[in-house]
Nanobody, 128 residues
């Protein structure tokens, strides 16, 4: 499975962006898809995840209430809707896929090592 992110760009604080994660080379149906971000000079950070059955989403506290993850298995797409953006949201955002992980364990999905496939990332810059 190959993953490609798109939708990054420059946005003013308070604005919105929607990132997309497109899968090719296989079905996305059996994969939980997480989003991570890495700001300059900082470690990679878990943003959120949607489980493979689409019934559960988990988010980092820093984005809860502002970001929403959704998926469209027919289109092999996962989306990250980001609202009320802050300058501290500036980072490269990556999606990652994990094959049929647990459906009710947010702690599991926070660990980047469990993911099988990664995209290259898309840059989001939030200006003040």
């Amino acid at each position: 499975v190959q993953l490609v992110e798109s939708g990054g760009g420059v946005v003013q604080a308070g604005g919105s962006l929607r990132l997309s994660c497109a899968a090719s080379g296989g079905t996305l149906r059996d994969y939980s898809v997480g989003w991570f971000r890495q700001a300059p000079g900082k470690d990679r950070e878990f943003v959120g995840v949607v489980t493979w059955n689409a019934d559960n989403t988990y988010y980092a506290d820093s984005v809860k209430g502002r970001f929403t993850i959704s998926r469209d298995n027919a289109k092999k797409m996962v989306y990250l809707q980001m609202n009320s953006l802050k300058t501290e949201d500036t980072a490269v955002y990556c999606c990652a896929a994990d094959f049929k992980g647990p459906l009710s364990s947010s702690d599991y999905y926070r660990k980047s090592v469990i993911y099988d496939y990664w995209g290259q990332g898309t840059l989001v810059t939030v200006s003040s």
